[in-house]
């Protein structure tokens, strides 16, 4: 606001040359007093405008319109430090290493970054240690945790405190798969959601996911090189289940044309005795973790094929009539001389008749058969198998 300046009314020593002898009048005093009060009110006024009580500059009183055109007034928003850009003094900031600087001379940023052209404004190295557990669900306003606050596997476990990450806190669709592949010396979020060891199961596609340490369940060997040394160090203490190479690396299930049944002896509920079936190529490794048998199609022997007799039963019956007429007696006589009764010529002593039955039986044996295998395999989709490897 303008003040109102001091305006005289009155030359006091022009009225005592001219009036020696007269005291001054009161009221030109008065009028001279006040005029003093009211351009002294309005300078303390404005004075207040710009000064508080304990005499230091007036708190907001300064604004960019206060400061002349040279003078340069904030900077703008940090960004990571790049190479092959322009910066201008005193306004580009940037993020290099965990700390904040300002540009203090315009440039093009090469190669490597250049500490000579930047004033450091802050160092947030400290703020990336955080106390094991200090981030409470208390430390975090609803929704503040969006996918641009959090860098990839910046979060681990031991950061947080139990229950510390709720729905609320979580914005839509923040958390991704990168996020809980954190290394970590504990295991990362996605590891504790599926856990290595985990497997086969099918999968769709003819390569591996691309995240999250999958392999092929083929039968391979892990040998001490591998990137999945938790799944190793597994099998081994399991005794190798899945078999071993030589050298003593286990090996991999082997899903290569199989499929899967679980043992007859899991958990709690005792050995279910489902294969033990004396015929079932699994019965003797039915218990046994990594056990296999079973075949895809087989030949049958007669051992395997049912007995089948067949009975037959036979019954004859015969009957007939036959004439001859040359059955009889051949004529012949005495010796001449010889007195006698002559023997009678030829004679027909006609039909003979006949007749007869029977039964029989036995068994009858057929050898009709090819000699080929049956296929055992029910009706089946081909897929991949993988299992979780770390």
């Known amino acids: 606001m303008s003040s109102t300046p001091y305006d005289r009314q009155t030359s006091f020593a022009l009225f005592s040359a001219e009036n020696p002898g007269e005291p001054h009048p009161g009221t030109t005093l008065d009028a001279e007093f006040n005029a003093v009060k009211v351009a002294l009110d309005d300078t303390q006024q404005n004075l207040a405008l710009i000064q508080d009580d304990d005499g230091a500059l007036k708190r907001g009183s300064v604004g960019k319109a206060q400061f002349d055109a040279s003078v340069s007034i904030g900077f703008g928003a940090p960004s990571q430090w790049e190479s092959g850009r322009l910066y201008t003094a005193d306004v580009d900031t940037v993020f290099y290493q965990s700390k904040f600087y300002i540009a203090n001379t315009t440039h093009t940023s090469g190669g490597t970054f250049d500490l000579s052209k930047w004033d450091e404004i802050a160092d947030f190295t400290l703020a990336a240690i955080i106390e ?31 229950g510390a990450v709720s729905t609320p806190k979580l914005a839509d669709s923040s958390v991704s798969f990168v996020k809980l592949l954190a290394s970590d010396i504990q295991a990362p979020l996605a590891d504790l959601l599926l856990p290595a060891g985990l497997g086969p199961l099918p999968w769709s596609l003819p390569t591996l996911p691309t995240q999250g340490g999958w392999d092929w369940a083929d039968g391979g060997v892990l ?77 049958l022997t007669a051992a395997k094929i049912p007995t089948i007799t067949s009975g037959v039963s036979v019954s004859v019956n015969v009957t007939g009539n036959s004439t001859r007429s040359d059955i009889g007696f051949t004529p012949f006589s005495y010796p001449q001389g010889t007195s006698g009764t002559a023997a009678p010529g030829p004679a027909n002593f006609g039909g003979i008749g006949f007749s007869g039955s029977g039964t029989g039986s036995g068994t009858a044996t057929s050898n009709n058969t090819g000699g080929g295998a049956h296929e055992n395999m029910p009706p089946t989709l081909l897929c991949k198998f993988i299992i979780k490897a770390h």
């Open 223 to 299: 040998l001490s090189t591998t990137p999945f040394a938790t799944l190793r160090s597994q099998y081994i203490g399991a005794g190798f289940p899945f078999g071993q190479d030589g050298a003593g690396n286990p090996r991999k299930p082997d899903m290569r044309g199989r499929s899967v049944t679980g043992t007859d002896d899991m958990g709690a509920m005792g050995d279910a005795a489902r294969l033990a079936d004396a015929n079932s190529s699994l019965a003797i490794v039915r218990l046994t973790l990594g056990g296999s048998g079973g075949a895809p199609a087989v030949t």
């Open 132 to 162: 094991d557990g200090s981030i409470t669900s208390a430390k975090l306003a609803p929704g503040a945790v969006t996918a641009d606050k959090i860098g990839a596997g910046s979060i681990s476990n031991v950061k947080l405190a139990s």
